[in-house]
């Protein structure tokens, strides 16, 4: 008779507080829950208080992994993304989060992974091997980022460029990469506000491009971020 | 709801209705204060190292924090000694789930989930026909619901998990919590509680001193003979002493009955303990979890009650019956 094969959770054995700000977090049954009632609350929010239109929803792919990328404005932006997706991948859904935002302060941290369910990323000495780490769990298993690749919110409103670490994680896949431009979540809760204005917004989806034939290198990861932010830029009527 | 049940859930103010309440609550926190003590003495006379001292605060701190979790709710009320039952089961099994990896497999870790609250339900409704139905109707919900991804390639193994999680932390830990249907069932708990985590120190103690003879050096090489046998005299003396003043007039108040009684509780504490054992041994992992500082996981301390809570329950219920003039179907209505 074979054995049993036992795979613990890969964040096994780490205290609370680590595992909030592993990447190898996995979602267990009560994150999942908290998540779920987070999404059908923000999606209530959202429909209501802004008016949230979706173009292009038959652009998102069936099944994980994909990766959604979009331009930057507002705290809003991950809660639209996570919104906009059927709620069967609740749980599987991570908005990577600037480490230095969002997972300093327990309270904050705490919010960041029971109701965003975020991963962090660290700005200041993110290195290769975070990354690497994320590349490998898109790469293993069932999940979804979202991902701003400007880096941070844009103080003035205006997109700006991409930066390559979008390219480390799908050089040479096939996992599709998801264009979003999102409109008004500026006007509706800038970096300088803190509370949301009654405005609307909308969310543009374009179809999933994927770079099997990138390099894995520096280049190739430069010419896979312009080529994103050309795809976002694109869908800004 | 009858006011005689109103008192049992909630009527905090028979606290030390039974003067056993008040021994073990004193004792406990006496040993608490005595242990500091001594760890403070060890340490000014210079007689412990810096990490030994270290991991002897952790363990007394552990201690004090989870003596008030666990004799709290036990003083407070039998609604909150249910409550406090189903949290603990609910978090045994999230161990375990975490431990084995189960809990990917998300509809059948719901169907365990909705076992432990049904459970609970059937306990808090003192309703003992609910209480035995759940078990089996748990099983045939998981061998349902485990067919509906259509992958059978590891269909038994989900199946087989899922039944394990539910019936030791659900169904076994569970009886713990049916116990607090009685009228009298502070002491009872009491007991159970405090000479299941005793079993567990006169082993590690006789064993230090007169362990030789490793008796499963494959599942766990620190347990000896020495230390079994020792665990075994120590517990079932307390336990037929102390037994004998918690169930003062009842059938079980015979000397025969109590030392039954109190090698029930070393023999199943012990294997309580191997069998945690062998599950991480079988898993690959130290300790099942992080959550109790110096212990490891919340189940690296429960362990024992698993096994001991449904066999000290049937063995006490077979010759006085929990809870027989208390109401039954709180909510449910009926007799």
Redesign the interface.
């Known amino acids: 008779m074979e054995e ?6 890969h964040d ?4 609370a507080e680590q595992r909030r700000q592993s990447l190898r977090r ?1 979602v ?3 994150s ?1 829950i908290s998540c779920l009632l987070w999404r059908l609350i923000t999606r209530f929010y959202l429909a209501l208080a802004h008016r949230l239109e979706i173009c292009g929803r038959e652009n998102l792919p069936k099944r994980s992994p994909f990766v959604l990328v979009a331009n930057h404005a507002s705290h809003l932006d991950a809660i639209i993304l996570g919104g906009i997706l059927p709620l069967r991948f609740v ?1 599987a859904v991570f908005p990577i989060a600037a480490g230095d935002t969002f997972f300093t302060k327990r309270s904050s941290s705490i919010f960041a992974t029971a109701c965003m369910n975020a991963l962090p990323i660290w700005r200041k000495n993110c290195g290769a091997h975070s990354l690497r780490d994320l590349r490998e769990r898109l790469l293993n298993g069932a999940c979804v980022y979202i991902l701003f690749p400007e880096g941070t919110r844009s103080r003035s409103g205006e997109m700006g460029n991409f930066k390559p670490g979008l390219g480390r994680l799908v050089a040479q896949t096939n996992i599709p990469v998801v264009p979003c431009y999102l409109r008004g979540t500026f006007d509706a809760l800038p970096p300088s506000g803190r509370i949301p204005r009654w405005k609307k917004i909308r969310v543009n989806i374009g179809q999933p491009v994927s770079f099997p034939s990138a390099a894995n290198d520096r280049i190739g990861w430069e010419a896979i971020a312009r080529s994103t932010e050309t795809a976002v830029r694109a869908l800004t009527n | 709801m009858d006011p005689v049940t109103k008192e049992r859930l909630f009527g905090f103010r028979h606290a030390f209705d039974s003067p056993v309440t008040l021994w073990i609550t004193l004792s406990v926190l006496g040993a608490l204060v005595i242990a500091s003590i001594i760890i403070w003495l060890l340490r000014t006379l210079g007689r412990t190292s810096d990490k030994l001292h270290d991991e002897l605060v952790k363990r007394v701190l552990s201690w004090a924090v989870m003596t008030p979790l666990l004799l709290g709710p036990v003083l407070l009320g039998a609604a909150w000694t249910i409550a406090a039952v189903a949290i603990l089961s609910v978090l045994c099994y999230r161990e375990f789930a975490r431990a084995t990896g189960f809990f990917r497999y998300r509809s059948l870790s719901i169907v365990v989930v909705l076992g432990i609250a049904s459970t609970t339900f059937a306990i808090a409704d003192h309703w003992y026909a609910f209480f035995v139905a759940i078990p089996p109707l748990i099983i045939v919900l998981l061998a349902m619901v485990a067919i509906l991804p259509d992958q059978p390639h590891g269909y038994t193994q989900r199946v087989g998990l899922g039944a394990i999680s539910f019936l030791l932390f659900g169904h076994c830990l569970g009886h713990l919590g049916y116990i607090a249907n009685d009228a009298d069932f502070r002491p009872i708990v009491m007991l159970i509680i405090l000479t299941v985590e005793l079993n567990d120190v006169f082993a590690y103690i006789t064993g230090k001193t007169f362990g030789h003879h490793k008796i499963v050096p494959h599942t766990s090489p620190n347990k000896t003979l020495g230390g079994a046998l020792g665990a075994l005299l120590l517990t079932t003396t307390l336990v037929a002493t102390v037994g004998h003043f918690v169930f003062a007039g009842s059938p079980v108040d015979t000397p025969i009955k109590l030392i039954g009684l109190g090698l029930i509780v070393s023999v199943a504490g012990q294997f309580g303990d191997l069998m945690l054992s062998s599950i991480k041994r079988d898993i690959g992992v130290k300790d099942m979890g992080a959550s109790i500082p110096g212990h490891g996981g919340l189940l690296d301390r429960f362990d024992s009650l698993l096994l001991v809570a449904p066999a000290v329950f049937h063995y006490i219920n077979y010759f006085r019956g929990f809870g027989v003039d208390q109401p039954t179907r709180i909510f449910g209505g009926g007799a």
């Open positions: 049993w094969r036992f795979e613990p959770a096994f054995g780490l205290s996995e267990g049954l009560e999942a749980g």
